[in-house]
């Protein structure tokens, strides 16, 4: 229960009043209750109603995706965006087409004399090797570029969260 998330069984009434209310905003809470809709329809009742009639466990996947709305909802309300949109995220993608820009100079370079490239590197290896350079020894090339370190990535990642 580290991720604050209270998965305790509710009774049908319950549910249905902590459902309507996920984020503070009717408009979103009507999109995301639609959305909610289609993905019970679509990967709960698809296999369920072949096992049972009862409609309990919907419900309870119901409940459990409001709650994590909710909570995401809130965490998403204590971050100050102002900044991180325009002073992070802009930080972040101008440092990004430097990386990209210095990696396509080096492509297109010519080698030095006694310099060997190795079979044409290409512009991703060039790049994850200037990002080394400009972070001091940070890379992200396995992240990027090998599914399994992505997955192990973006699962601690969400065990953070």
Aim: charged share 30%; hydrophobic share 40%; net charge negative.
């Amino acid at each position: 229960n580290r991720s604050g998330l209270n998965l305790r069984p509710v009774s049908r009434r319950s549910i249905k009043h902590t459902n309507t209310d996920l984020t503070g905003s009717a408009a979103v809470d009507a999109h995301l209750q639609e959305m909610m809709d289609f993905v019970i329809r679509d990967f709960v009742y698809s296999w369920y109603y072949k096992i049972s009639s009862n409609q309990q466990f919907p419900w309870e996947v119901r409940n459990c995706m409001s709650r994590a709305i909710s909570i995401l909802a809130d965490r998403m309300a204590e971050v100050d965006w102002v900044p991180l949109l325009t002073k992070g995220l802009v930080d972040d993608i101008a440092s990004h087409l430097r990386l990209y820009k210095l990696a396509r100079n080096r492509s297109r370079s010519p080698l030095k004399e006694g310099e060997a490239r190795v079979a044409e590197a290409d512009l991703e290896s060039l790049f994850f090797d200037a990002e080394m350079e400009m972070e001091g020894n940070i890379c992200r090339d396995s992240v990027c570029m090998e599914r399994d370190s992505e997955l192990k990535y973006l699962q601690d990642l969400s065990d953070l969260l």
